[in-house]
């Protein structure tokens, strides 16, 4: 049991720290501040805490995932395909102002994170659950990420 809530804790650290430093490295800064927003952009404010929570429900899917199957089972590849571009999209889109780029990465993204809970609706549904608020924060996400792209 000892071992379990380790292994929880891991996935919760690295998830949330990792997550936490792209953030931190990738700010949205002046550029970002100076581009045309559509009326639904929400506050600055509002990104950490979202993504906080997310990450944490994030990690403990994942966690559940490798609890469930090995790294090669389809699963998890998802689980780690969507931590990977997820991390990829802020350096993209504000650091090097791709934003093409960085809508391609969020929408392969979303994709992803729909195949995760559908592999994992029969095998695991809470970790399938757990991803059902961050599909849609994707998906939203995803639409702004458009909207800055069709404005600017």
């Not at 953030?23 to 927003?37: M, V």
């Not at 195949?115 to 970790?127: G, L, P, T, Y």
Request: aromatic share 18%; charged share 5%.
């Amino acid at each position: 049991m000892a071992k379990r809530h380790r292994s929880l804790a891991l996935f919760i650290v690295l998830v949330v720290g990792i997550g936490w430093a792209v953030g931190a490295t990738n700010l949205p800064g002046a550029w970002y501040a100076g581009l045309h927003k559509p009326p639904f952009n929400p506050p600055n404010w509002i990104f950490a805490p979202t993504w906080t929570v997310l990450y944490v429900m994030i990690a403990v899917a994942g966690w559940r995932t490798y609890l469930q199957d090995d790294a090669t089972a389809l699963p998890m590849q998802f689980w780690l395909a969507q931590m990977i571009l997820n991390f990829l999209w802020s350096p993209v889109f504000f650091t090097l102002h791709h934003m093409t780029f960085a809508l391609a990465i969020i929408l392969t993204l979303l994709a992803v994170i729909v195949s995760f809970i559908w592999v994992q609706w029969h095998e695991n549904r809470m970790a399938a659950a757990l991803f059902i608020p961050y599909a849609g924060w994707v998906a939203f996400a995803s639409l702004l990420n458009y909207s800055l792209y069709r404005l600017n």
